[in-house]
Protein backbone atom coordinates (compact mmCIF):
# COMPACT_ATOMS: atom_id res chain seq x y z
CA UNK A 1 0.00 0.00 0.00
CA UNK A 2 0.85 3.59 -0.83
CA UNK A 3 0.89 5.96 2.22
CA UNK A 4 1.84 9.34 2.54
CA UNK A 5 2.00 10.86 6.60
CA UNK A 6 2.43 14.41 7.38
CA UNK A 7 2.94 14.24 11.58
CA UNK A 8 2.33 18.58 11.87
CA UNK A 9 -0.86 19.87 11.73
CA UNK A 10 -0.09 23.05 12.58
CA UNK A 11 2.88 25.21 12.29
CA UNK A 12 3.72 28.68 12.37
CA UNK A 13 6.22 31.44 11.42
CA UNK A 14 7.35 34.49 11.61
CA UNK A 15 7.13 36.85 8.32
CA UNK A 16 10.22 37.12 6.43
CA UNK A 17 11.76 33.86 8.06
CA UNK A 18 12.24 30.35 7.60
CA UNK A 19 9.55 27.31 8.00
CA UNK A 20 9.72 23.50 6.91
CA UNK A 21 7.15 21.25 6.99
CA UNK A 22 7.90 17.72 6.89
CA UNK A 23 5.95 14.72 4.89
CA UNK A 24 6.80 10.89 4.51
CA UNK A 25 5.92 8.43 2.43
CA UNK A 26 6.02 4.75 1.79
CA UNK A 27 5.95 2.89 -1.82
CA UNK A 28 6.99 -0.33 -3.31
CA UNK A 29 7.20 1.36 -6.62
CA UNK A 30 10.68 2.58 -7.90
CA UNK A 31 8.84 5.21 -10.36
CA UNK A 32 6.94 7.79 -8.52
CA UNK A 33 6.50 11.77 -8.34
CA UNK A 34 6.00 13.36 -5.16
CA UNK A 35 4.36 17.34 -5.31
CA UNK A 36 3.67 20.07 -2.15
CA UNK A 37 0.11 21.24 -3.25
CA UNK A 38 -0.84 24.33 -1.10
CA UNK A 39 -4.78 25.16 -0.48
CA UNK A 40 -5.48 28.77 0.80
CA UNK A 41 -9.26 29.67 1.83
CA UNK A 42 -10.56 29.71 -1.57
CA UNK A 43 -10.53 26.30 -1.46
CA UNK A 44 -8.59 25.42 -4.84
CA UNK A 45 -5.54 23.77 -4.72
CA UNK A 46 -2.16 24.66 -6.10
CA UNK A 47 0.71 22.97 -7.27
CA UNK A 48 3.88 24.51 -5.28
CA UNK A 49 6.38 21.99 -6.09
CA UNK A 50 7.32 18.44 -8.08
CA UNK A 51 9.84 15.43 -7.68
CA UNK A 52 11.19 12.87 -9.93
CA UNK A 53 11.74 10.09 -7.80
CA UNK A 54 14.92 9.02 -9.56
CA UNK A 55 16.55 12.55 -9.79
CA UNK A 56 18.88 13.16 -6.79
CA UNK A 57 18.90 16.59 -7.22
CA UNK A 58 16.05 18.52 -4.77
CA UNK A 59 13.93 20.83 -6.89
CA UNK A 60 13.54 24.37 -6.16
CA UNK A 61 11.32 26.73 -7.46
CA UNK A 62 11.97 30.81 -5.61
CA UNK A 63 11.61 30.54 -2.33
CA UNK A 64 9.99 26.77 -2.11
CA UNK A 65 12.65 24.01 -2.16
CA UNK A 66 12.53 20.66 -0.78
CA UNK A 67 14.63 17.82 0.84
CA UNK A 68 13.92 14.68 -0.61
CA UNK A 69 15.46 11.81 0.93
CA UNK A 70 14.63 8.77 -0.96
CA UNK A 71 16.48 5.90 1.51
CA UNK A 72 14.72 7.55 4.17
CA UNK A 73 11.31 7.95 1.70
CA UNK A 74 11.28 11.89 3.16
CA UNK A 75 9.93 14.74 1.28
CA UNK A 76 10.22 18.15 3.46
CA UNK A 77 9.27 21.32 2.39
CA UNK A 78 11.35 24.13 2.97
CA UNK A 79 9.78 27.56 2.59
CA UNK A 80 12.26 30.94 3.03
CA UNK A 81 11.52 34.49 3.27
CA UNK A 82 7.60 33.57 4.25
CA UNK A 83 4.75 35.99 3.37
CA UNK A 84 1.67 36.36 4.53
CA UNK A 85 0.35 35.23 1.59
CA UNK A 86 1.95 31.86 2.19
CA UNK A 87 -0.53 31.10 4.85
CA UNK A 88 -2.42 28.15 4.04
CA UNK A 89 -2.75 24.17 4.03
CA UNK A 90 0.01 22.49 2.54
CA UNK A 91 -0.95 18.69 1.34
CA UNK A 92 2.01 16.72 0.48
CA UNK A 93 1.31 13.75 -2.23
CA UNK A 94 2.35 11.19 -4.06
CA UNK A 95 1.79 9.50 -7.54
CA UNK A 96 2.61 6.46 -8.83
CA UNK A 97 1.75 6.13 -13.07
CA UNK A 98 0.69 2.63 -12.54
CA UNK A 99 -2.67 3.88 -10.37
CA UNK A 100 -3.06 7.80 -12.08
CA UNK A 101 -3.87 8.72 -8.65
CA UNK A 102 -2.52 11.05 -6.31
CA UNK A 103 -2.09 9.44 -2.53
CA UNK A 104 -2.27 12.67 0.11
CA UNK A 105 -1.32 13.31 3.38
CA UNK A 106 -3.29 14.75 5.67
CA UNK A 107 -2.25 18.27 5.90
CA UNK A 108 -0.45 21.61 7.48
CA UNK A 109 -1.80 24.40 8.06
CA UNK A 110 0.33 27.22 7.78
CA UNK A 111 0.34 30.21 10.11
CA UNK A 112 2.44 33.09 8.98
CA UNK A 113 2.76 35.74 11.94
CA UNK A 114 3.05 39.62 11.06
CA UNK B 1 -5.51 30.12 -20.92
CA UNK B 2 -8.85 29.10 -18.69
CA UNK B 3 -7.78 27.17 -15.92
CA UNK B 4 -10.45 24.20 -14.61
CA UNK B 5 -13.90 25.32 -14.02
CA UNK B 6 -16.23 23.62 -11.45
CA UNK B 7 -19.89 23.88 -11.36
CA UNK B 8 -21.42 24.59 -9.35
CA UNK B 9 -19.38 26.11 -6.89
CA UNK B 10 -21.84 25.63 -3.83
CA UNK B 11 -24.61 23.01 -3.97
CA UNK B 12 -27.65 22.05 -0.81
CA UNK B 13 -29.71 18.85 -1.50
CA UNK B 14 -31.31 16.88 0.70
CA UNK B 15 -30.96 12.94 1.44
CA UNK B 16 -32.20 10.37 -1.32
CA UNK B 17 -31.70 13.00 -3.74
CA UNK B 18 -29.13 12.85 -6.38
CA UNK B 19 -26.30 15.47 -8.06
CA UNK B 20 -24.32 15.84 -11.07
CA UNK B 21 -21.81 18.13 -10.75
CA UNK B 22 -19.73 19.08 -13.84
CA UNK B 23 -15.85 19.94 -14.52
CA UNK B 24 -14.39 21.57 -17.72
CA UNK B 25 -10.26 20.84 -18.03
CA UNK B 26 -7.52 22.78 -19.50
CA UNK B 27 -8.16 22.88 -23.17
CA UNK B 28 -5.86 20.11 -24.45
CA UNK B 29 -5.98 18.11 -21.33
CA UNK B 30 -7.07 14.92 -21.77
CA UNK B 31 -7.03 13.49 -18.02
CA UNK B 32 -10.25 13.96 -15.52
CA UNK B 33 -9.59 13.34 -11.59
CA UNK B 34 -12.14 14.09 -9.14
CA UNK B 35 -11.21 13.82 -5.31
CA UNK B 36 -13.37 14.36 -1.81
CA UNK B 37 -12.09 16.80 0.71
CA UNK B 38 -13.50 16.38 4.29
CA UNK B 39 -12.47 17.35 7.15
CA UNK B 40 -12.69 13.78 8.85
CA UNK B 41 -11.18 11.59 5.81
CA UNK B 42 -8.91 14.21 3.90
CA UNK B 43 -8.66 14.04 0.64
CA UNK B 44 -9.35 10.89 -1.17
CA UNK B 45 -9.60 9.69 -4.71
CA UNK B 46 -12.87 8.39 -6.29
CA UNK B 47 -11.97 8.07 -10.22
CA UNK B 48 -9.90 9.18 -13.53
CA UNK B 49 -10.25 9.69 -16.78
CA UNK B 50 -8.28 9.37 -20.13
CA UNK B 51 -9.94 10.05 -23.12
CA UNK B 52 -13.39 8.70 -22.02
CA UNK B 53 -12.31 5.65 -20.64
CA UNK B 54 -11.90 5.40 -16.41
CA UNK B 55 -8.52 4.23 -15.80
CA UNK B 56 -8.66 3.77 -12.26
CA UNK B 57 -11.58 4.23 -9.67
CA UNK B 58 -11.08 4.75 -6.05
CA UNK B 59 -13.12 3.05 -2.99
CA UNK B 60 -16.51 4.49 -3.19
CA UNK B 61 -19.62 2.84 -3.07
CA UNK B 62 -21.43 2.66 -6.48
CA UNK B 63 -23.46 5.56 -5.62
CA UNK B 64 -20.50 7.15 -7.42
CA UNK B 65 -20.36 7.65 -10.94
CA UNK B 66 -18.52 9.68 -13.70
CA UNK B 67 -18.13 10.12 -17.31
CA UNK B 68 -15.88 11.60 -19.37
CA UNK B 69 -17.21 13.19 -22.67
CA UNK B 70 -15.24 13.42 -25.88
CA UNK B 71 -14.20 17.16 -25.59
CA UNK B 72 -12.83 15.87 -22.46
CA UNK B 73 -15.64 17.21 -19.91
CA UNK B 74 -16.24 15.47 -16.78
CA UNK B 75 -19.57 15.21 -14.78
CA UNK B 76 -19.47 13.23 -11.59
CA UNK B 77 -22.56 11.61 -10.52
CA UNK B 78 -23.72 10.91 -6.75
CA UNK B 79 -27.15 8.98 -6.31
CA UNK B 80 -29.39 8.41 -3.05
CA UNK B 81 -27.49 10.93 -1.32
CA UNK B 82 -26.21 10.59 2.51
CA UNK B 83 -25.36 12.89 4.79
CA UNK B 84 -22.41 11.89 4.90
CA UNK B 85 -21.15 12.67 1.30
CA UNK B 86 -21.52 16.35 2.50
CA UNK B 87 -17.78 17.26 1.37
CA UNK B 88 -15.52 19.81 -1.43
CA UNK B 89 -15.44 17.35 -4.52
CA UNK B 90 -12.30 19.00 -6.44
CA UNK B 91 -11.67 17.99 -10.06
CA UNK B 92 -8.48 18.08 -11.29
CA UNK B 93 -6.85 18.14 -15.12
CA UNK B 94 -3.79 16.80 -16.66
CA UNK B 95 -2.18 16.68 -20.29
CA UNK B 96 -1.46 13.06 -20.04
CA UNK B 97 -0.63 10.56 -16.52
CA UNK B 98 -0.60 13.20 -14.18
CA UNK B 99 3.21 13.03 -13.25
CA UNK B 100 3.59 16.62 -14.08
CA UNK B 101 1.05 17.48 -11.57
CA UNK B 102 -2.75 18.37 -11.74
CA UNK B 103 -4.18 21.47 -12.13
CA UNK B 104 -7.47 21.48 -9.65
CA UNK B 105 -10.43 23.69 -10.01
CA UNK B 106 -12.11 25.80 -7.08
CA UNK B 107 -14.50 22.73 -6.20
CA UNK B 108 -17.74 21.75 -5.82
CA UNK B 109 -19.21 22.59 -1.84
CA UNK B 110 -22.00 19.49 -1.56
CA UNK B 111 -24.32 19.78 1.50
CA UNK B 112 -26.50 17.20 2.30
CA UNK B 113 -29.35 18.34 4.68
Known amino acids: AQTVTQSQPEMSVQEAETVTLSCTYDTSESDYYLFWYKQPPSRQMILVIRQEAYKQQNATENRFSVNFQKAAKSFSLKISDSQLGDAAMYFCAGFMDSNYQLIWGAGTKLIIKP | ?113
Not at chain 2, 84 to 106: I, K, P, Q, R, V
Request: proline fraction near 4%.
Open chain 2, 1 to 113: KAGVTQTPRYLIKTRGQQVTLSCSPISGHRSVSWYQQTPGQGLQFLFEYFSETQRNKGNFPGRFSGRQFSNSRSEMNVSTLELGDSALYLCASSLGSGANGYTFGSGTRLTVV
